[in-house]
């Protein structure tokens, strides 16, 4: 399968601070990135949706001015958590995919897990 | 919008034995797809399954096989011969056909297969 690379796997930031994510398709164009966060023994969230050249659509309730995505290339999206807090502390999960209609298989970054501090 | 529960929260199994997990879905879509994902401690979310709403034959992989009843909005996954490796989360989830492969998750079943 295509592979999807997630950096980094494992962050600390200190509170006040601002972190960046990013997520690669290496193999294929993704005109479609997810961002998803996942809290401790539950399921993925999703954050917001990212297509190639324009503004993200963010799920009810996420802050976008706190999320900050840029989705410039069809290859590399980015989640950048801005004035981060302890309570922004999770794993963070990239998704990427082709958005063909008879291609629906949707390609998972390994995760990064946020520790703010 | 659409929902997906997964009803049972933990699962265990005995090593070699067989196990099922269920997911049931509400939509008032008639074109979609469903899938099982695991994600192991490494909390790498891995494919496990496919199915296709228009497609009555159940899929299979392996020792992996849902059984899909339309009419019902249920889609189990059944896991034969349960090895040490399968111990994971697994998530149930929904995606809309022509919706852009958005993916709706259920709450996820963690299943621990026991030597």
């Known amino acids: 399968g295509a592979v999807v690379s997630q950096h980094p796997s494992r962050v600390i930031c200190k509170s006040g601070t601002s972190v960046k994510i990013e997520c690669r398709s290496l193999?294929?164009?993704?005109?479609?990135m997810f961002w998803y966060r996942q809290f401790p023994k539950q399921s993925l969230m999703l954050m917001a949706t990212?297509?190639?050249?324009?503004?993200?659509?963010?799920e009810q309730g996420v802050e976008k001015d706190k999320f900050l995505i840029n989705h410039a290339s069809l290859t590399l999206s980015t989640l950048t958590v801005t004035s981060a807090h302890p309570e922004d502390s999770s794993f963070y999960i990239c998704?990427?995919?082709?958005?063909?209609?008879?291609?629906?298989?949707?390609?998972f970054g390994q995760g990064t897990r946020l520790t703010v501090v | 919008a659409q929902t997906v529960t997964q009803s049972q929260p933990e699962m265990s199994v005995q090593e070699a034995e067989t196990v099922t997990l269920s997911c049931t879905y509400d939509?008032?879509?008639?074109?979609?797809?469903l899938f099982w994902y695991k994600q192991p401690p490494s909390r790498q979310m891995i494919l496990v399954i496919r199915?296709?709403?228009?497609?009555?034959q159940n899929a299979t992989e392996n020792r992996f096989s849902v059984n899909f009843q339309k009419a019902a909005k249920s889609f189990s996954l059944k896991i034969s011969d349960s090895q040490l490796g399968d111990t994971a989360m697994y998530f149930c989830?929904?995606?809309?056909?022509?919706?852009?492969?958005?993916?709706?998750f259920g709450g996820g079943t963690r299943l621990m297969v026991k030597p």
């Open positions: 199915q296709e709403a228009y497609k009555q």
């Open positions: 989830a929904f995606m809309r056909r022509n919706a852009g492969n958005m993916l709706t």
């Open positions: 939509t008032s879509e008639n074109n979609y797809y």
């Open positions: 990212s297509n190639e050249g324009s503004k993200a659509t963010y």
């Open positions: 998704s990427a995919t082709t958005g063909e209609v008879m291609n629906t298989e949707a390609f």
């Open positions: 193999d294929f164009q993704a005109t479609t």
